[in-house]
């Protein structure tokens, strides 16, 4: 009980620190290539809705102007690593507090600068039969590296961070970097969209449940795909084998990848910490950045 209690306060004195948001940009200044034309954009939370850790989380849907928010490290603690941020929703809400603002504070208190993306949502389909998605993700990175010198941030440490549709668009993003999905208009769009690493926290969509769990031919993994962290529960109901068919993937091609599957944890907590092991995994993501020599 004293534990628990411990973690509770823990959990409320972390969400009650807000990051210091620096600036906040369009990612499509001229509109989007593919636009979204929906009802305005809102938080859709209702007081049924579940709780994680003992808290509500958004619901934001509508969203039709997608933008990135810059969250930096505070500069005492700067090491230029700078991870771009998609909340997870199931391609129809952003769970953008949960799985988005809360990250950018942890992420600065490592020292790690937070570009956070509200990408458009919702729509019917996702990549690849709808490429909106994919083409706010590559946007998003392209947009974080040109503005490296500005941001004080690292072009060649900056990798990418998603949650469950955000995990599964954040693996898309780095098996899709090659091929720009829009046209060519600004200096932003001569940039790299490679993630230089993955963070891929409870994805969906990349194995296929009417295939048996296959592997999702979707998203082609090669050896030029980045190192990748994964995490899942064995209990998760969209299904643990998203992890462990895409570590499968990665270690076929050679590429760095760190699996942690747990027994319990179901989906959707972020990172707010609870009596479960599973939400403590900020620690282990922290100490793999050291281990692949991002974070020195």
């Given at each position: 009980?004293?534990?628990?209690?411990?973690?509770?306060?823990?959990?409320?004195?972390?969400?009650?620190?807000?990051?210091?948001?620096?600036?906040?940009?369009?990612?499509?200044?001229?509109?989007?290539?593919?636009?979204?034309?929906?009802?305005?954009?809102?938080?859709?939370?209702?007081?049924?809705?579940a709780l994680i850790a003992g808290r509500s989380l958004m619901?934001?849907?509508?969203?039709?102007?997608?933008?990135?928010?810059?969250?930096?490290?505070?500069?005492?603690?700067?090491?230029?690593?700078?991870?771009?941020?998609?909340?997870?929703?199931?391609?129809?809400?952003?769970?953008?507090?949960?799985?988005?603002?809360?990250?950018?504070?942890?992420?600065?208190?490592?020292?790690?600068?937070?570009?956070?993306?509200?990408?458009?949502?919702?729509?019917?389909?996702?990549?690849?039969?709808?490429?909106?998605?994919?083409?706010?993700?590559?946007?998003?990175?392209?947009?974080?590296?040109?503005?490296?010198?500005?941001?004080?941030?690292?072009?060649?440490?900056?990798?990418?961070?998603?949650?469950?549709?955000?995990?599964?668009?954040?693996?898309?993003?780095?098996?899709?970097?090659?091929?720009?999905?829009?046209?060519?208009?600004?200096?932003?769009?001569?940039?790299s969209c490679k993630p230089d690493f993955a963070f891929i926290?409870?994805?969906?969509?990349?194995?296929?449940?009417?295939?048996?769990?296959?592997?999702?031919?979707?998203?082609?993994?090669?050896?030029?795909?980045?190192?990748?962290?994964?995490?899942?529960?064995?209990?998760d109901p969209v299904h643990v084998e998203n992890v462990t068919?895409?570590?499968?993937?990665?270690?076929?091609?050679?590429?760095?990848?760190?699996?942690?599957?747990?027994?319990?944890?179901?989906?959707?907590?972020?990172?707010?910490?609870?009596?479960?092991?599973?939400?403590?995994?900020?620690?282990?993501?922290?100490?793999?950045?050291?281990?692949?020599?991002?974070?020195?």
């Amino acid at each position: 009980m004293r534990t628990f209690l411990l973690l509770a306060i823990a959990s409320f004195a972390f969400a009650s620190i807000a990051p210091a948001q620096k600036v906040t940009l369009p990612l499509w200044p001229n509109g989007a290539p593919e636009p979204y034309h929906g009802g305005p954009e809102q938080d859709i939370t209702k007081p049924t809705d579940a709780l994680i850790a003992g808290r509500s989380l958004m619901h934001l849907t509508n969203v039709s102007n997608p933008t990135l928010a810059f969250y930096p490290a505070p500069a005492e603690k700067n090491t230029g690593v700078a991870i771009v941020v998609f909340p997870g929703g199931g391609y129809r809400i952003l769970a953008y507090d949960l799985e988005g603002t809360e990250v950018c504070t942890w992420l600065n208190s490592i020292g790690v600068n937070c570009a956070l993306v509200k990408y458009r949502v919702p729509f019917a389909t996702h990549y690849p039969e709808n490429t909106a998605d994919l083409e706010d993700a590559q946007q998003a990175m392209r947009i974080t590296r040109t503005h490296a010198a500005e941001w004080n941030i690292d072009p060649n440490r900056t990798g990418v961070l998603g949650f469950s549709a955000g995990a599964h668009l954040s693996a898309a993003l780095s098996t899709h970097y090659d091929r720009r999905l829009y046209p060519h208009t600004d200096a932003a769009d001569d940039q790299s969209c490679k993630p230089d690493f993955a963070f891929i926290i409870y994805p969906g969509y990349l194995a296929l449940a009417d295939k048996n769990m296959a592997f999702n031919p979707d998203i082609p993994v090669t050896s030029a795909t980045p190192a990748t962290f994964l995490l899942q529960a064995e209990d998760d109901p969209v299904h643990v084998e998203n992890v462990t068919q895409y570590f499968l993937a990665l270690k076929k091609a050679g590429v760095p990848a760190e699996l942690h599957v747990y027994t319990k944890g179901g989906h959707g907590y972020g990172l707010r910490p609870t009596d479960l092991p599973i939400t403590h995994w900020p620690a282990l993501a922290a100490t793999w950045l050291h281990t692949i020599g991002v974070l020195h």
